[in-house]
Structures are given as C-alpha cells and as structure tokens.
C-alpha cells in the first residue's frame, strides 16, 4: 500500500545551521511530493513542491531534493532561524489522483536560539 | 492577504449528535478541501470539492459526512451523527486554479471533541 513517512520525530539544530528533514514514501506512482509546515495552533503551511521527474528544487532559503533511486525526499532549510520551528511534513500526490494528498507523519524541527 | 477562516475554532458536541463545521475559503478560489488531524498524528485527506460536487474522497468519508457549498462564500463540513472517533482537528484548505497547483491554503482548523 502507499505510504509515506519520516525518519526523525524531533530535529534539534543551533540558529545559523542548516536543517535536513528527511522522508521515505513507498509509492512510486507519486506525481508531487509537498513539504508542509505547521506552527503551534495552526493549519499546515505549503513551503515547496517538486514533481516526480525532477531530482531538485530550490526556493527561499529551501531546497527539496527528491531520489527516486531509494525512494528518499528531503528538505534543507538554510540558516535556520527560531520562526522555522515548527513540524514538517512531506506529502505526496499520486498521478491520477489529482485531488487527494497524503500526509506523512511530520518532524518536529526545534531551533536553538 | 487573504486568508482562509473557519468557525467555530472548538466544538464540543454529544455522541450521536450532528455537528457543521463552516470554512470560508479564500475568496477566487476555486478548489475546496477538507482534512482532519487527530492529535498527534498526520493530516488526513478527506474530501475535495469543485465546481458544486465532491472531486475525491477518502475511505474516512462515509456516508456520515456531507460537503456542501451553501452560497457564494462558505463550505460546511457535516458529520450527521459524531461518534468518540470523530475528535479530531479539522482542516479547511483552499488553492485557486492558477499557479502551483499543489499549493493549498489551510484554514486554522476547528477542534472537534466528542463526549
């Protein structure tokens, strides 16, 4: 069955350092893969997204790096700052199902002021 | 900028009881949404919406859950009789259909707890 989810729970990285947030996904069919963030109180923050036939996507201070070969998703938040503390989750969208995202099961990324 | 909204923030209800969660989604948005999150865990998918008609829906979206889109600005969520498993936070999200399109916006939910 399709699956998606985290390596690490709790991520802890010093103000100024960058951050690698990790996930697995089991379904090849995937068409997007989508990091989310979401604050304390809040609803999920879309960050990034890259599509399956892509290996890397940058945006502001992020970068998303998708290996197809292992089936790993990453993503690198440069120079850390104490507003990226929050949980991450990866998410993906399979070809097909062009509504429906599936949610992995989030980090949490602690930052150290 | 425009955000999406919902209300109430937290609803307390009986079991058995029906309960609506109402969203307003932002404004030329087109694509509707709806997730729930029990606590401490993922972000489920439940149900899309577009154009006056559910697009997709999970297997969490039986038949004790309604969508419907009331007028011009809101998006209501029912579950018609809440059982102990409904508590959850429930999500409204919302993306227009231009730009990325994978680029949802998320209300800031309403807690549900259920007695």
């Known amino acids: 069955g399709e699956s998606v989810g985290l390596h690490l729970p709790t991520l802890s990285v010093q103000e100024g350092d960058n951050s690698i947030i990790n996930c697995a996904y089991s379904?090849?069919?995937?068409?997007?893969f989508i990091w989310y963030k979401q604050e304390s109180g809040k609803g999920p923050q879309f960050i990034i997204d890259?599509?399956?036939?892509?290996d890397k996507r940058q945006g502001q201070r992020v970068t998303v790096l998708l290996n197809k070969t292992v089936k790993h998703l990453s993503l690198q938040i440069a120079a850390t700052q104490p507003g990226d503390s929050a949980v991450y989750f990866c998410?993906?969208?399979?070809?097909?199902?062009?509504?429906?995202?599936?949610f992995g099961t989030g980090t949490k990324l602690q930052v150290i002021p | 900028e425009p955000e999406v909204t919902q209300t109430p923030s937290h609803q307390v209800t009986q079991m058995g009881q029906e309960v609506i969660l109402r969203c307003v989604p932002i404004?030329?948005?087109?694509?509707f949404y709806w997730y729930r999150q029990i606590l401490g865990q993922k972000v489920e998918f439940l149900v899309s919406?577009?154009?006056?008609?559910?697009?997709?829906k999970s297997e969490i979206f039986d038949d004790q859950f309604s969508v419907e889109r009331p007028d011009g600005s809101n998006f209501t969520l029912k579950i018609r009789s809440t059982k102990l498993e409904d508590s959850a936070m429930y999500f409204c999200?919302?993306?227009?259909?231009?730009?990325?399109?994978?680029?949802?916006?998320f209300g800031p939910g309403t807690r549900l707890t259920v007695l």
């Open positions: 379904n090849s069919a995937s068409d997007y």
């Open positions: 999200a919302s993306r227009t259909n231009r730009g990325s399109l994978n680029e949802q916006f």
């Open positions: 404004s030329n948005h087109l694509y």
């Open positions: 919406f577009y154009n006056n008609e559910i697009s997709e």
């Open positions: 890259i599509r399956s036939n892509m």
């Open positions: 998410a993906e969208k399979a070809r097909g199902g062009y509504q429906k995202v599936t």
